[in-house]
């Protein structure tokens, strides 16, 4: 009986450790992301599953790809900062 209650309260102890760790990674939803949009700019990111780590040639064409999507979605974007500079 008292095997059976340690063994009970033993489990029920590792269980809420592993939640309670799961739980606090440290890292927001919004940091991963921003994290990801970094490596990203940086050609970090593979563009495929057998290109990791990247070489310095596929990290040079990632980070041209990500210009070059960035760049044509400044030009097609709705909102940001309106131009108030008038010629007086």
Do not use: C
Request: charged share 15%; proline share 3%.
């Amino acid at each position: 009986m008292k095997k059976t209650l340690l063994l009970l309260i033993a489990s029920l102890t590792v269980g809420f450790a592993a939640q309670a760790q799961a739980q606090t990674s440290g890292l927001t939803r919004a940091e991963v992301k921003q994290q990801l949009v970094q490596a990203e700019a940086q050609g970090l990111l593979p563009s495929n599953g057998t290109n990791y780590p990247p070489s310095a040639r596929a990290i040079a064409r990632n980070k041209a790809v990500f210009a070059e999507q960035h760049e044509s979605k400044g030009a097609t974007a709705y909102g940001g900062v309106a131009d108030t500079q008038t010629d007086h």
